[in-house]
C-alpha cells in the first residue's frame, strides 16, 4: 500500500463520508437541539403555566365571592326595588295612623298635682263624713272636709291644725261666744299663745288667771293629762259627763261619748 493516499483515493474517502453523513440523516429525522432552542422551550412553558395560574386564581376568586355576587344586575335593581316598596308601604301606613291624644288630666305642675290630690282628699272626707252621721249627732264645725295634719293639710283660721281636737274645741268656744266667723274672738294667739298642745291648755288658763275645777259644766273645756281636750256637751241625770271631741278613737273625725265626772278636769270658758 502507498504511503500516501492519491487524489482518487481522497475524493473517494470524502465521497464515502458523505454517503454515510446522508445514511445517518434518512434513518433519524430529528435534529440535535441547539443552544438557543433549548433556552427558547423552557420560555414558552413558563408564560404557559403562568397563564394556567392566572386563570385558576381568578376561578377561585369568583367562587370566594358573597351569594349575592353571583346575580346578575336585573336582580339586584329588582331587590331594591323591593325594598324600596317596602318603605313606601310602611310610610304610607304610619301616615294613617290616627294622631295620640290626650284625656282630661291637664295638671301641667307639681302645683297642680298637689291641688288635685287635696281635691281627691277632700272629697273622701266628705265621703267618711257623711258615713258617720256626725251632723245627726249634733256636729257644727265647718271644716270638717279640710286636710288633717297627717293628710298635709294645715292650721285654720283658729291657729290649730284642721280636725284637730283643740281646733274643734276652739270653734265652740267661739261660737259660745258668737263668732262663727272672722274675726274670731278666741284663735290660738289668745287662748294659749305659749303652745298649742292640748296638755298645754291648763298652764294657759292657769297664766290667764281664767276659771278651772273638777266640777263639770256645759260649755267648759274637759281637759285630759294625756294630750286631750273635749267640749262638755252637757250633764247627765246620773252625773256622768256628755262630751264632744274631735280626733279621739276615731280619725281626725267627729265623735261623742259620756264620761264619769273624775275622768277630767275642767277649764271653764274665758271671760268674754
Known amino acids: 500500500m502507498p504511503a500516501h493516499p492519491t487524489g482518487r483515493q481522497r475524493r473517494s474517502s470524502r465521497g464515502r463520508a458523505h454517503d454515510r453523513d446522508l445514511a445517518r440523516g434518512a434513518t433519524s429525522s430529528r435534529r440535535v437541539p441547539s443552544r438557543r432552542d433549548a433556552d427558547a422551550k423552557p420560555l414558552r412553558q413558563r408564560v404557559f403555566g403562568v397563564g394556567v395560574m392566572v386563570a385558576v386564581g381568578g376561578l377561585f376568586a369568583v367562587l370566594a365571592l358573597p351569594a349575592y355576587a353571583d346575580n346578575d344586575g336585573a336582580a339586584l335593581h329588582a331587590a331594591a326595588a323591593v325594598q324600596a316598596q317596602k318603605l313606601t308601604v310602611a310610610n304610607a301606613a304610619a301616615s294613617t295612623l290616627p294622631a295620640a291624644t290626650r284625656d282630661g288630666y291637664t295638671a301641667t305642675s307639681a302645683a297642680d298635682l298637689r291641688s288635685l290630690y287635696a281635691a281627691a282628699l277632700r272629697e273622701q272626707n266628705i265621703a267618711i263624713y257623711l258615713q258617720s252621721g256626725a251632723k245627726a249627732k249634733g256636729d257644727d264645725y265647718p271644716w270638717y272636709a279640710e286636710l288633717s295634719r297627717n293628710q298635709g293639710g294645715g292650721l285654720s283660721p283658729l291657729g290649730y291644725y284642721y280636725r284637730e281636737c283643740v281646733d274643734f274645741v276652739a270653734w265652740r ?87 264619769n265626772a273624775g275622768d277630767a278636769y275642767y277649764l271653764y270658758a274665758p271671760p268674754n
Do not use: C, M
Open 173 to 259: 268656744l267661739n261660737r259660745d261666744a258668737g263668732t262663727t266667723s272672722a274675726p274670731f274672738r278666741w284663735a290660738w294667739s289668745q287662748l294659749t299663745p305659749n303652745g298649742g298642745d292640748a296638755r298645754q291648755w291648763k298652764a294657759a288658763w292657769l297664766a290667764h288667771g281664767w276659771s278651772t275645777g273638777t266640777t263639770p259644766v256645759p260649755g267648759a273645756v274637759a281637759w285630759f293629762s294625756a294630750n286631750h281636750v273635749a267640749y262638755v256637751n252637757g250633764i247627765l241625770q246620773d252625773g256622768q259627763v256628755l262630751i264632744e271631741e274631735y280626733n279621739y278613737g276615731t280619725d281626725h273625725e267627729y265623735d261623742t261619748r259620756v264620761i
